[in-house]
């Protein structure tokens, strides 16, 4: 990825976020724009979306969010000027609730099984080999 898609990923990215939070900051409380990926030649790009919420909300986010993904889009063209606008593909980022749930299974194993500080292996006090 070129140094200019990167700053254009980062710009969209930005001024995404900022529409919502601007525009529409009742319907878009929950919702954040975690990565653009803008094609090279600038016609396509994807737009992933974390949304906080339960499996209704989170639909109801992206429903409205397609919805209005066209008047984003011309508000974005009012914003940044390049030669062409992206269409954009709204997806829902999984990466969000999937790394809550791993957190939530290390504080459960710690939970049922803490590490007391002697047993931890330490420079002074490596682990024993496995066998």
Known sequence: MSNRTVRINEL???????????????ESIAITITEVRVAPDLHDGKVRVAIVG???????????????????REELGRLITLKFLPKLVYSLDE?????????????DLDKVSPVTPAAAPTPENPAPPAS
């Open 12 to 26: 969209v990215q930005r001024e995404l976020n900022g529409i919502l939070r601007r525009r529409y900051q009742v």
């Open 54 to 72: 339960d499996e209704a909300a989170v639909e109801k986010g992206m429903v409205w969010l397609r919805r209005k993904a066209p008047e984003i």
């Open 95 to 107: 990466t969000t609730p999937r790394s809550a749930r791993v957190l939530a299974m290390l504080d």
